[in-house]
């Protein structure tokens, strides 16, 4: 038997993390251009020849100030919500959006030194980690279910699908193809690992990063222009009386996405659709994706997810049988209050889905 459920209101809740200054940012006199007046209230300064001169106020679901902790983005970004849903059978994505450096890998992954699982209790460990202990820890509590958890971990770069647990077809993208079946995208011949234990999922997240980084000459440039997915998907079977079977299947996908400046720039070249395909084709659609959503009138109307691989990747999760959280990272430096606006307005967008 598969079951329904119900979906809460929102399919997209939006948080925003805001990361401290830099060193290099202080040591050159740069100065914060965000403050937090109340909950979920962020204020962006403006600046002459920004739409927004005199600055702007922004609410949000949750506003996380420097200070906040990895721990606080586990505890109260609402990702928890997300795993419980996905061990139910819904299909979830965590996703961090914003420009390069305002800590996007760091909130998911932490810093580089983690992926090596020399402290595995340390503070820095970034939500991926988190969320997979948490998810153990559901599973555990759950006896009467028998579950299995299969993880795998890609990345898309000018719109070429890359397994990273399995660099070596790399030379050969995989397809993105269209399954009858389960009707949901899928990527053919993605290499997925059955995970037993919390420490085989561990694996897969430093496996993944480390070919991530292997793969790449300019590390910082290539992250800037990729995406990368890691995927859990959860199958979970119940024995009901009378031998009838409840079996779900949910899954839950943390994304980290290409800098935000790369629209932009894709954009201000006055290039088109096609021609953007080798800046980033994917950000583009996840952003008109985004505003069909959200525009009311269109609601119902056509979402152009089929226009790239990440949406493809990401539809089931975007709308139908899904929930998305978003994570807005963005710097607080007032040398980056223009991307950190567009970051806002972008965000609240998303929340009026
Ligand atoms: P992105 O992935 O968005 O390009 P990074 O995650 O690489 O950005 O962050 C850029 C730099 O800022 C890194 O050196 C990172 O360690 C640091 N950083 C980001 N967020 C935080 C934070 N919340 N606390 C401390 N350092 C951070
Ligand atoms: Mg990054």
Known sequence: I???HLLPENNINVVVRVRPLSR???KAGDDMAVQFPGDGQIYCEGFPSSVEKKGKLFSYNVVFEPTATQEDILQFSGVKKLIEMAVEGFSCTAFCYGQTGSGKTHTLTGPPEMFERT???SEQHGLVFRSFVYLFKLLQERQECNFVLKASFL????EKVIDLLNPGTSRKPLMVRWSKKTRGFFVENLFTVECEELDDLLAVLEEGMRNRKVGSHNMNDHSSRSHSILTV????EQQMDNSVFISRQGKINFVDLAGSEMTKKTQSEGKTLEEANN???SLMVLGYCIASLSDGKRKGGHIPYRDSKLTKLLA???AGNGVSLMIACISPAKSNASETLNTLRYAARVKKI
């Open 119 to 121: 402290n595995p209790y």
């Open 155 to 158: 990345e898309i770069y000018n």
């Open 316 to 318: 089931d999760s975007l």
């Open 2 to 4: 598969a079951t329904k």
């Open 24 to 26: 290099k940012e202080i």
């Open 279 to 281: 800046i980033n084709k």
């Open 233 to 236: 998907s959860i199958t979970s």
